[in-house]
């Protein structure tokens, strides 16, 4: 009984895991903000997931909600450019706001704009 009990806990945690990591994966998550950083950082800096920290690589900073390592597909609402990039960082501080990376952010707008609105899916 003791070792179906364990099983069982292992497989469901397993499953829900899995289930969990998918959860949100080719749902548009509805409009939000981007900003972008980068462009003060010029020492070593690392991103919260370990990596070091480039302002022209194609990563962001988003919430929690968005695990390191999530691709997302990030289009800019009043040009229809669009960029994917990958969760590296934490921030996006503020209602529904992701940091790009300077480099990201340069694909879809101009860096004088500061801030855009854009749409985001997830990929992965």
Not at 16 to 27: E, M, P, V, Y
Not at 28 to 37: P, R, S
Request: glycine share 8%; hydrophobic share 35%.
């Amino acid at each position: 009984m003791k070792k179906f009990l364990i099983t069982f806990l292992f497989t469901f945690l397993i499953f829900t895991n899995l289930s969990s990591n998918n959860a949100n994966k080719g749902i548009e998550q509805g409009n939000w903000n981007a900003t972008y950083y980068g462009n003060k950082y010029k020492t070593v800096r690392h991103t919260a997931n370990g990596d070091i920290f480039d302002m022209h690589t194609m990563t962001c900073a988003a919430p929690k909600k968005f695990k390191f390592g999530t691709k997302l597909h990030i289009t800019n609402i009043s040009n229809n450019k669009s960029v994917v990039v990958k969760v590296t960082d934490r921030g996006g501080f503020g209602n529904n706001t992701i940091d790009l990376t300077y480099g990201a952010f340069g694909k879809i707008a101009n860096h004088k704009s500061g801030r855009i609105k854009i749409k985001v899916k997830v990929l992965s």
